[in-house]
T-cell receptor, first 113, second 113 residues
Framework: EPEVTQTPSHQVTQMGQEVILRCVPISNHLYFYWYRQILGQKVEFLVS????????KSEIFDDQFSVERPDGSNFTLKIRSTKLEDSAMYFCASATGPDNEQFFGPGTRLTVL | GQQLNQSPQSMFIQEGEDVSMNCTSS?????WLWYKQDPGEGPVLLIALYKAGELTSNGRLTAQFGITRKDSFLNISASIPSDVGIYFCAGQSRETSGSRLTFGEGTQLTVNP
């Protein structure tokens, strides 16, 4: 069964460093999402992406964040200058359409020291 | 922003018992989804609901989309130890917040063998 994959599974970085989190959505999906989950809290929406542009973003997704689909398979989230409070699990999700089920990847645990 | 109130926060039950959890909102949602999350992993979709009043089953799981479109419940019958995990409801309202999912706080389920 096709699934969303994410790399790395765990990323440790120093405050102020740039990180890139990678996702490979399900191959026939057209809508892509990033969510984050701070330890012990609920999952929060960051950004949605369709047709090579951002569809919507939350207030969390500030100028330090960017997303890109550099080729036909990868979908990346870049944090330009990480802060301690960026430590969280980051989940990629994909869907066939805007009203369809979103399938989540296993997540990347980001730890900012 | 939209908020989902999920209850209970946690449940401790004996194997074989039935479980019920629910989500309510002050806003209307067009889609309700129920996910299960195991520690350190991504949310796994259990059931998706698209129409008010819809009752859908998936094995021992049953979920309903409330007639007012402001609530949903999930029932698990004859619980087994592998049902342990965190269950999240998620709502989508295309009119007010695009295709993003708004998540509840989660219900931590513990099943004692």
């Amino acid at each position: 069964e096709p699934e969303v994959t994410q790399t790395p599974s765990h990323q440790v970085t120093q405050m102020g460093q740039e990180v890139i989190l990678r996702c490979v959505p399900i191959s026939n999906h057209l809508y892509f999402y990033w969510y984050r989950q701070i330890l012990g809290q609920k999952v929060e929406f960051l950004v949605s992406f369709y047709n090579n542009e951002i569809s919507e973003k939350s207030e969390i997704f500030d100028d330090q964040f960017s997303v890109e689909r550099p080729d036909g398979s990868n979908f990346t989230l870049k944090i330009r200058s990480t802060k301690l409070e960026d430590s969280a699990m980051y989940f990629c999700a994909s869907a066939t359409g805007p009203d369809n089920e979103q399938f989540f990847g296993p997540g990347t645990r980001l730890t900012v020291l | 922003g939209q908020q989902l109130n999920q209850s209970p926060q946690s449940m401790f039950i004996q194997e074989g018992e039935d479980v019920s959890m629910n989500c309510t909102s002050s806003s209307i949602f067009n889609t309700w989804l129920w996910y299960k999350q195991d520690p350190g992993e991504g949310p796994v979709l259990l059931i998706a609901l698209y129409k008010a009043g819809e009752l859908t089953s998936n094995g021992r799981l049953t979920a309903q989309f409330g007639i007012t479109r402001k609530d949903s419940f999930l029932n698990i019958s004859a619980s087994i130890p592998s049902d342990v995990g965190i269950y999240f409801c998620a709502g989508q309202s295309r009119e007010t917040s695009g295709s993003r999912l708004t998540f509840g706080e989660g219900t931590q389920l513990t099943v004692n063998p």
